[in-house]
Every structure is written in C-alpha cells, then in structure tokens.
T-cell receptor, first 113, second 112 residues
Framework: DAKTTQPPSMDCAEGRAANLPCNHS???????VYWYRQIHSQGPQYIIH???NNETNEMASLIITEDRKSSTLILPHATLRDTAVYYC??????????????FGTGTSLTVIP | DTAVSQTPKYLVTQMGNDKSIKCEQN?????MYWYKQDSKKFLKIMFS???????INETVPNRFSPKSPDKAHLNLHINSLELGDSAVYFC???????????FGNGTRLTVT
C-alpha cells in the first residue's frame, strides 16, 4: 500500500499557482519525499524531492512541514501543459533501498484556460 | 537523445508464451528499475537493480525475471504469460543518492 494520501483531483486556473498537498504521516527518518507527474500515456516524469528542507528547482517548489508528516508541491505559474496526474511518494535512498514503494493514486491536476 | 528507451512499445501475445522487454539507459546511472502500471493506473515497483544487488518486490511472481547484461541495460523476461500480466511496464534509472528516477515511455503488454 502507498504510504501517501493525496486528493484525487484538483483544478487550477492557467497562470495561477497550483498547490498540491500530500500527507505522509508514517514517513521514516531516512525517507525522502519525491514528486512525479504523468501525462497521459507517457512515462512518469521526476519533478523534485526533499528530505526536510524546502526545495526549489526550475519546475516547482517543495514545502515540507517541520514534522515531515505532510508536504505541498507548488507549480508557481501553471500552464496547460502542466495538466497531468501528480504522484507523491516516500522512499529511502542508498544501498539498502526499500523495495516496497508504491505511487498511490495521485492527484489529477487540470489547468483551466 | 533518448535517456531511457525500451522496446517494444506495444506487445500483444497469447497466454502461456514467454516474452522479453528490453531497456537501455544512456545516462550513466548505476541503478535501474522495472515498474508495472495496471489498468487502474496504480504504479508499483517490481525490481530495483544495480551492479551490487537485485532487490525484488516479493509480490512479483517468479515468472518475472530481470536480466542485466551490463550497467546500461536491464531487460525483463516474463515466462508463461497470464491474462493478469496485461499492463504497461516502465523501465527507469537513477543515480543513487541523487535525483529521481528517469522513466522510459513504457511497453503496453496485452495478453490474450
């Protein structure tokens, strides 16, 4: 079973910020939070990941709460091409990577013109 | 240049057959993966493999076996195909401790 829960769907107006929440209340100390997205019929695309500090890259920002039990992915200026299913997962990195990680059902984001 | 490429894109076969899906990555990553996405769009890892160890998701039937001829390739062999094996299979790679997985565009397997 997935260790994360996300709302099944969200809408966002084009040009506005899209804030996608994720709960991961059972996250372990060595597990990172990863975000991916999947546009219909394509392979998932890595967006961003973090451990406990907030992270930003050219695609998005990741805000992780201090207790690490939840996070928010922020797309600062959503475009129509950002319409996709967004997955939040938790996983450990390193030579003893756990193999039991699932992507869950994700959030289907629709960007509206 | 394609980072992670897998072939074939579509594979239609009959129950009981044995088939293989090939995957190659040109990113120099040290770890490769196979994922399965079922009809309900649940994406689940099947295998994680680097040159040190193979980590198998114990829920994967032993009819599925990964084969890695070298660091840039991880092929998926499936024996005695069953109807329930119909799904989209994604290959991915990553550099451990940095970044996320880079995925191929998937192989849609249909077992009739």
């Amino acid at each position: 079973d997935a260790k994360t829960t996300q709302p099944p769907s969200m809408d966002c107006a084009e040009g506005r910020a899209a804030n996608l929440p994720c709960n991961h209340s059972t996250i372990s100390g060595n597990e990172y939070v990863y975000w991916y997205r999947q546009i219909h019929s394509q392979g998932p695309q890595y967006i961003i990941h973090g451990l406990k500090n907030n992270e930003t890259n050219e695609m998005a920002s990741l805000i992780i709460t201090e207790d690490r039990k939840s996070s928010t992915l922020i797309l600062p200026h959503a475009t129509l091409r950002d319409t996709a299913v967004y997955y939040c997962i938790v996983r450990a990195r390193g030579s003893n990577t756990g193999n039991q990680f699932y992507f869950g059902t994700g959030t289907s984001l629709t960007v509206i013109p | 240049d394609t980072a992670v490429s897998q072939t074939p894109k579509y594979l239609v076969t009959q129950m009981g057959n044995d088939k293989s899906i090939k995957c190659e990555q040109n990113l120099g990553h040290d770890t490769m993966y196979w994922y399965k996405q079922d009809s309900k769009k649940f994406l689940k890892i099947m295998f994680s493999y680097n040159n040190k160890e193979l980590i198998i998701n114990e829920t994967v039937p032993n009819r599925f076996s990964p084969k890695s001829p070298d660091k840039a390739h991880l092929n998926l062999h499936i024996n005695s195909l069953e109807l329930g094996d119909s799904a989209v299979y994604f290959c991915a790679s990553s550099q451990e401790l940095t970044g996320g997985d880079h995925f191929g565009n998937g192989t849609r397997l249909t077992v009739t």
